[in-house]
């Protein structure tokens, strides 16, 4: 395992023993919004210059080095049509399928990807992003679907 996924794995423990902790304190729902402050501020940090290409594929397309550099193995599909900017963002490995196991969870789905999925949406509300597939579910990858209506001229 190379160094850069090492730094994810430990992100990742960091994350589910803090909404474990959360969790137990607090309950699901306030350990959920207190996970949530500040979080969508930093997605504006990092994903704030990528959507701010002509359409959502370019900034995809830029994140796959990043994404395949931690040990993900990403493709994205553009699937713009009838005025809306589209993409999927389709991961091949997710690193965090053991990881969650350790803080007594049976997916990471909740404490990773929909976490991101909810500070994306409040960071860039005229963006829409959904999970339609999960590794943790069975299928073979996790697809992501990111929408916005499509810039002038597009």
Same mark, same amino acid.
């Given at each position: 395992m190379d160094n850069a996924n090492v730094v994810l794995i430990d992100a !990742?423990?960091?994350?589910?023993?803090?909404?474990?902790e959360l969790t137990d304190r607090f309950g699901e729902e306030k350990a959920w919004e207190t996970m949530l402050e500040g979080?969508?501020? #930093?997605?504006?940090?990092?994903?704030?210059p990528l959507l701010a290409l002509p359409t959502l594929i370019e900034g995809f397309m830029q994140s796959i080095p990043i994404?395949?550099?931690?040990?993900?193995?990403?493709?994205?599909?553009?699937i713009s049509n009838r005025g809306i900017d !589209? !993409?999927?963002?389709?991961q091949k490995v997710c690193?965090? #399928?053991?990881?969650?196991?350790?803080?007594g969870y049976e997916t990471p789905c909740h404490v990773i990807c929909e976490l991101?999925?909810?500070?994306?949406?409040? !960071?860039?509300?005229?963006?829409?992003?959904e999970? #339609?597939?999960?590794?943790?579910?069975?299928?073979?990858v996790c697809i992501f679907k990111y929408e916005r209506p499509a810039k002038k001229g597009r």
């Open positions: !990742a423990r960091k994350k589910f023993a803090r909404f474990r979080f969508p501020e #930093l997605q504006k940090q990092r994903m704030g994404f395949n550099s931690i040990g993900m193995d990403m493709v994205a599909v553009d !589209a !993409a999927l963002e389709i690193p965090y #399928l053991d990881v969650c196991r350790e803080f991101d999925m909810e500070a994306s949406h409040r !960071a860039f509300p005229e963006m829409k992003g999970i #339609l597939c999960r590794q943790a579910f069975g299928s073979p």
